[in-house]
């Protein structure tokens, strides 16, 4: 009896570490866990870059509403041996000279088929697009933190699980050869107590080394050892309240989706610019050149253009149709995408709904297993007390118990995960829903830094 006293003890203390009870004073929370792997994941970081680098397609595109202007300078010897005539005389010239010459030449689009006007705008849909990428990572690494966060503590739960199951194993070894020696039970007893501790210590080494990989993933997305952690909880507060409105957030809120989105609008884009190169371009040239010593005739000279050019595409080949038609079966295939992107989205959501239900379900099954569990080791041992149960029975009956807590911590640890998954399939799994006390990322901060950028080499974090 004090066996099961020892043992129930050791796991309600498990259970209490790993679902419920209030926080630790000195306990890492699920939220601060999320909060260190959205500041400093190496991935997530890594998009971000990825985002800066889109934001410069804009002003790439914006440099076709610019000028050109190029500074050209050359200087070297040259030898002259011509024929000049003068009042019917001819006189030969002959001569080495240090030529020198430097002009200005400035270039500006006036109109090219509004390919930089339609590629500006493709720039800014390339930009939104790769924002809502960053929000698919984000949402990936928040959900990734949370599982493992989650994961940690179930492993840690079922390893004290499976090490005060030994432990009450070894107690019953012990009871059962002092019985032996008695003559209360035979020799088959006492083996069948051996083999059962022997199989809780392999699943103790089971259990310990499945905490070891979930400490090292841990450590991996979060960025810190797992020290001291508190029970995490689900989020049902930020879920919608029905299936259908789910559905409904999801398939406008999911940035899969409006990822999808803004894809269409790039290569609807790129299609206008393809266009663009069957309309007439007009441009403006401005040049100015001054030059020294060019000749033992002409020892400066000074010249100024300003020269429009209009260019009217007649025939190039047919390579720019091919281009236009290949563009314009990208953007169906694009829509096509979309379709596909909002049933899958559909299709997640719906099933994380329904996870989301089954586990908690599960969690009170587990509960009530947990409960009748304990009841009936308790019974089987008095009446083993009695003859009435044999040693075998107890052993049973005891691994039954060990087998409901472990089921309702896995129980308790799909609950919060399923959650958090319903929470990313809606695609609303964001420091702001979950009001996290961290500083967000803004990527429109470096956006509008570099947008009108005219020049420069630094970003403008000083690199």
Request: charged residues 20%.
């Amino acid at each position: 009896m004090r066996g099961v006293k020892v043992f129930a003890g050791a796991a309600a203390a498990v259970l209490l570490m790993a679902c419920a009870g209030p926080t630790p004073v000195l306990a890492d929370t699920i939220e601060a866990a999320l909060v260190r792997a959205y500041q400093s994941n190496p991935q997530l970081n890594a998009q971000r870059a990825q985002v800066r680098s889109t934001d410069e397609n804009v002003p790439k595109a914006l440099s076709g509403y610019r000028p050109t202007v190029n500074l050209n300078a050359t200087a070297g010897d040259l030898y002259t041996n011509e024929k000049v005539s003068q009042q019917g005389v001819t006189l030969p010239i002959r001569g080495n000279n240090f030529a020198r010459s430097v002009g200005l030449t400035a270039s500006q689009t006036l109109f090219n088929g509004y390919q930089t006007a339609n590629g500006v705008r493709a720039a800014e849909s390339q930009v939104s697009g790769s924002r809502e990428a960053l929000r698919v990572l984000e949402e990936s690494v928040l959900l990734s933190a949370a599982t493992v966060y989650m994961d940690y503590l179930r492993d840690s739960a079922n390893l004290e699980v499976q090490k005060s199951n030994v432990r009450v194993l070894e107690q019953t070894l012990k009871q059962t050869r002092d019985r032996f020696n008695v003559g209360e039970v035979t020799p088959t007893d006492v083996a069948q107590s051996e083999a059962q501790l022997a199989a809780g210590k392999t699943q103790e080494l089971t259990a310990e080394s499945q905490l070891t990989t979930t400490r090292a993933n841990f450590r991996r997305i979060i960025g810190i050892e797992p020290r001291n952690l508190a029970p995490g909880s689900p989020v049902d507060r930020f879920l919608p309240s029905t299936l259908q409105h789910a559905v409904d957030l999801s398939l406008v809120e999911n940035p899969n989706v409006t990822a999808a989105m803004y894809g269409i609008d790039v290569n609807y884009l790129q299609v206008k610019i393809n266009e663009g190169a069957l309309l007439p371009s007009v441009s403006m040239q401005v040049q100015v050149q001054q030059v020294s010593e060019q000749g033992p005739s002409v020892p400066q000279s000074f010249t100024a253009s300003a020269i429009a050019n209009v260019k009217v595409p007649i025939y190039q080949g047919g390579a720019e149709y091919a281009l236009i038609r290949q563009s314009k079966e990208n953007l169906a295939q694009q829509r096509l995408n979309l379709e596909t992107t909002r049933d899958q989205t559909r299709a997640n959501t719906v099933t994380a709904w329904g996870q989301l239900v089954a586990t908690k379900a599960q969690v009170a099954s587990a509960q009530a297993q947990v409960t009748a569990s304990e009841i009936a080791l308790n019974g089987v041992r008095e009446e083993a007390k009695a003859g009435q149960r044999t040693t075998l029975d107890v052993l049973n009956a005891q691994q039954a118990l060990v087998n409901a807590r472990i089921a309702l911590v896995n129980a308790q640890h799909d609950r919060v995960v399923a959650s958090y998954s319903l929470l990313s399939a809606v695609g609303r799994l964001s420091p702001q829903v979950l009001r996290l006390s961290t500083p967000t990322y803004d990527p429109s901060v470096h956006y509008q830094q570099v947008r009108d950028s005219w020049a420069g080499l630094r970003t403008p974090d000083g690199r």
